[in-house]
């Protein structure tokens, strides 16, 4: 586990989150192969 993992880690959702007003669906998608990834 390196540290740039969990920087990605949170600027992520931010990102996701933005994106959750114009498709919540996309989110979802996006969510597991994050954390598969």
């Known amino acids: 586990m390196s ?3 969990g920087l ?3 600027s992520e959702p931010l ?3 933005k994106e959750e007003e ?3 669906e ?3 998608i996006i ?3 994050s ?3």
Do not use: A, D, T
Request: aromatic share 10%; proline share 14%; glycine share 4%.
């Open 26 to 28: 996309e989110l979802m």
């Open 22 to 24: 114009e498709s919540p």
């Open 8 to 10: 990605i880690f949170l």
């Open 31 to 33: 969510s597991p192969e």
């Open 35 to 37: 954390l598969m990834s």
């Open 3 to 5: 540290p740039g993992s």
């Open 15 to 17: 990102l996701y989150k």
